[in-house]
Nanobody, 122 residues
Framework: QVQLVESGGGLVQAGGSLRLSCAAS????????MGWFRQAPGMERAFVAQ????????YYADSLKGRFTISRDNAENTVYLQMNSLKPEDTAVYYC???????????????WGKGTLVTVSS
């Protein structure tokens, strides 16, 4: 079992920055692929970014490349999402997720936090 707790959300003006954190419980954190997803009002949950267990590989939604950066600290069991040049359309609940080795997102074996709200004002 992995428990994930997100923090760092809030209200920010367009053009500003936020860094989200996700603290994970459990001794297997360093073996999990970690990801960030977001869900805007009335929309489906969407992929934002993911990072491999070692941290050497990262992937981003095409529309977010260059503005968002995912990173992790396996010693601290924490994954981060640095968000720069924020836009009103980035407003959403941001979720942290953990995928065990060999699994895929949304296949029932992944773990999810409860989310943190990011609101970007124009």
């Amino acid at each position: 079992q992995v428990q994930l707790v997100e923090s760092g959300g809030g209200l920010v003006q367009a053009g500003g920055s936020l860094r989200l954190s996700c603290a994970a419980s459990g001794r297997t954190f360093s073996s999990y692929t970690m990801g960030w997803f977001r869900q805007a009002p009335g929309m489906e949950r969407a992929f934002v970014a993911q990072i491999s267990a070692s941290g050497r590989s990262t992937y981003y939604a095409d529309s977010l490349k260059g503005r968002f950066t995912i990173s992790r600290d396996n010693a601290e069991n924490t994954v981060y999402l640095q968000m720069n040049s924020l836009k009103p359309e980035d407003t959403a609940v941001y979720y942290c997720a953990a995928a065990p080795p060999g699994s895929s997102w949304f296949d029932g074996t992944d773990y999810w936090g409860k989310g943190t709200l990011v609101t970007v004002s124009s």
